[in-house]
């Protein structure tokens, strides 16, 4: 269980977190989305012990980050994949992490097996990985203590297609598991296929949270994708009732819900070849709430110390 309470964080007169609350909850996986720049590393740095806040507090399971006896084993942290030592293999990388921890050396070949890192990518040297072996490395590092809790942003960052199936295959057994997930991104379709609840942040402050379904009905935005042997037939007899209807593909989007849209199928006695929730819906909301935010060159505020350290295990 996440718990973050009124937090804010300050850098002079440049607010980069303004009095954000919300929680994560067991077995579920809490996307955190926002543009660039508008706070979630900047909140998730203050809740590992990496950034002091200003006000407010997180705890994690009851406990403060730093309050937390070895905290690897509860919390598994991965904020910047490339923030190890570009010379130390893979496995030397882990095998530190493992000693720190106190675990057994054998833990670094089942982390290595569970995130698809083989013996010879095990074996070369940080500098020499891809971005997409550096992701499978930090999320291996993140996995290493077997935590309860995991604290990832931007965990799918330069993995290719089936890198992506794959991290979030891992992440909804986590949390299926009884594992609390908290996942950072700026990529709405990214986060909205694994999410079970999301956090809408833009500039600091968060605009809106909730399931998908909340969201969509708070914003009366509800979208469905459909198609249909007569189209013609299907626009016509819905705008008759007052839904608003446009071109989308090789069917239709309507601004409604899908059964309003299958029970006038029905009434028209057409027949339906696709009917289902539209994402444009929860699309056009997100971009409306961080419209302020979604603009180049706005910053996530200053980085706290010489580099972004960001390994989920005690110094």
């Not at 980069?16 to 998730?44: E, H, I, Q, W, Y």
């Not at 990518?121 to 940080?126: F, N, P, Q």
């Not at 419209?291 to 505020?301: L, T």
Request: net charge negative; proline share 5%.
């Amino acid at each position: 269980m996440i718990t973050v309470e009124g937090l804010t964080k300050t850098y002079g007169g440049f607010t980069a977190v303004d009095d954000v609350s919300f929680s994560c909850r067991p077995g579920r996986v809490t996307g955190f989305l926002g543009p660039n720049g508008a706070g979630k590393t900047t909140a998730m740095r203050v809740m590992v012990g990496l950034t002091p806040p200003t006000r407010g507090q997180v705890t994690i399971g009851g406990l403060r980050y730093r309050d937390i006896p070895n905290p690897g084993r509860h919390v598994g942290v991965l904020l910047d994949a490339s923030a190890q030592h570009a010379g130390r293999t893979g496995r030397e990388i882990l095998t530190v992490g493992a000693r720190t921890m106190g675990l057994p050396t054998s833990r670094v070949d089942e982390v290595l097996a569970q995130v698809s890192l083989s013996q010879d990518e095990a074996g070369r040297r940080l500098r020499n990985y891809s971005l997409g072996m550096k992701q499978r490395l930090g999320l291996a590092h993140a996995l290493l203590g077997d935590p309860s809790v995991l604290i990832l942003d931007e965990p799918a960052n330069g993995l290719d297609p089936a890198g992506i199936r794959w991290m979030r295959d891992v992440l909804t057994g986590f949390a299926r598991a009884g594992g609390t997930v908290l996942l950072s991104s700026h990529l709405l379709h990214e986060v909205e296929l694994i999410a079970d609840e999301m956090i809408l942040i833009g500039r600091g402050k968060i605009v809106a949270q909730g399931d998908k379904k909340t969201l969509l009905a708070g914003a009366g935005a509800a979208s469905t994708l459909v198609s249909s042997l007569d189209d013609a037939a299907l626009a016509a007899g819905l705008r008759a009732r007052g839904v608003e209807v446009e071109p989308a593909g090789e069917g239709l989007r309507a601004h409604a819900e899908p059964a309003e849209v299958g029970r006038a199928a029905l009434e028209l006695q057409v027949v339906l070849t696709d009917l289902r929730l539209g994402n444009a819906g929860l699309e056009d909301l997100f971009l409306e709430l961080t419209a302020d935010s979604q603009r180049e060159g706005h910053v996530d505020g200053p980085v706290d110390g010489p580099a972004r350290r960001t390994e989920g295990v005690p110094a």
